[in-house]
């Protein structure tokens, strides 16, 4: 009584503790607006790349004005403190007579709730479409260091790229492992329009106490390569639920993990077939419906695709970041 105890969206109800709502936030212009500065399309003070307001020799600086976008090229306003910091220095060389340019943002930006990590930078998929790019997405998990080492993190890492171009657009990372340095690497990445290619033969730090050898960086880098020369074909979660729903009858979902994972949770309607199992197990599987395979993430997934593409299996795709991408609540079932 009294009390929060649940949170009700478009098609779930949440329970919860507590709720944090988030009302968004306003840029402070009313002196610049006294001032009569010229304010930007995004409602914050508009200034040059020298952080010069519309009134020659005012310069202003942080949660007030807006930026270029570096991806996008696009006027945004993304007020952080790690932005305000540079655009101070700028300002700060500018007015004593020197000569510093501000050329933009990327939205890097990271927090933490409890234990979790939570990163981006770059465009998301709908603000790349949006730009103008044919994104695609690659969705990997990746631990803070060798799998068999103790005491390893996990973070999803979804990272995405220009299907045309190959340009790295974005990426987002969300769990308890190296959210944050996957998130600086890509960063890093875009401020230098790297391809995925590129960044796929990136040169990363390398010992089992810090990264996987093969650091999700570049695995994710590699699917969008894979994707781009359509190297396999897939299909993302949402999609999957919509053809259970619709066309179940000519559709199936194969799922190839192990037991103790399918006690966990389990797509309703998927056929389940650990990986081990799946050569001796191919007569259940019917070659003339489209066959959609997923596991944890889509690594595990990836290598039953091949085993079936190897038996002559023509219609069969891998579902995109596995049953993490799933948008519902899963209960387990054998
Ligand atoms: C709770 C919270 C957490 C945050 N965490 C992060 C984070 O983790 N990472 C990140 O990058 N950013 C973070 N930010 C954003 C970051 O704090 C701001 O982007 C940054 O402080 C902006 O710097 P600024 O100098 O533009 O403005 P401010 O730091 O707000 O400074 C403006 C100053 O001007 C003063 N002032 C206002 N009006 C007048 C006036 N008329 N006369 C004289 N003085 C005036 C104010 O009192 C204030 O001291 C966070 C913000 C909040 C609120």
């Known amino acids: 009584q009294g009390r929060v105890s649940s949170i009700r969206t478009a098609n779930q109800e949440i329970r919860a503790d507590a709720v944090l709502l988030s009302l968004g936030i306003r840029p402070r212009v009313e002196l610049a607006r006294q001032a009569d500065l010229r304010l930007g399309e995004t409602g914050a003070i508009w200034v040059n790349e020298r952080m010069e307001t519309s009134a ?5 600086a942080g949660d007030c004005v807006e930026s270029t976008h570096l991806i ?20 700060g060389i500018n007015v004593s007579g020197g000569a510093a340019v501000f050329p933009g943002v990327l939205g890097t930006a990271i927090f933490k709730v409890f234990d979790f990590k939570v990163a981006k930078t770059g465009l998301n998929m709908r603000e790349a479409e949006q730009a103008g790019f044919s994104p695609l997405s690659a969705i990997v998990r990746g631990y803070s260091g060798a799998h068999y080492y103790p005491g390893m993190k996990e973070s999803v890492l979804k990272v995405i790229a220009d299907q045309k171009s190959g340009r790295i657009l974005g990426a987002q990372a969300v769990g308890e492992g190296p959210s944050d ?11 230098g329009r790297m391809d995925c290619s590129t960044l796929g033969n990136a040169d990363l730090a390398y010992s089992p106490p810090f990264s996987p050898a093969l650091s999700p960086v570049l695995v994710a880098a590699h699917v969008l390569q894979n994707k781009r020369e359509k190297v396999f074909e897939w299909i993302t979660a949402d999609e999957v639920k919509n053809k259970l729903e619709r066309a179940a009858d000519e559709f199936v979902l194969l799922d190839v ?38 596991c944890h993430s889509g690594a595990r997934s990836y290598k039953g695709y091949l085993k079936l593409k190897h038996k002559g299996f023509k219609n069969i795709k891998n579902v995109d970041g596995g049953i993490l991408c799933w948008p519902e609540e899963l209960k387990g079932a054998l």
């Open 257 to 294: 993990r192990e037991e103790k994972e399918v006690k966990e949770k389990r797509i309703p309607g998927s056929l389940w077939i650990p990986l081990g199992q799946l050569e001796e197990n191919i007569g259940k599987l019917d070659n003339k419906k489209e066959i959609a395979i997923h």
């Open 181 to 191: 340095k996957f998130i600086d690497v890509i960063s890093m990445a875009l401020l």
């Open 72 to 91: 996008s090229g696009k006027r945004v306003w993304i007020p952080l403190g790690s932005t305000a910091n540079k655009q101070g220095r700028v300002v």
């Open 56 to 60: 020659e020799d005012v310069f202003a």
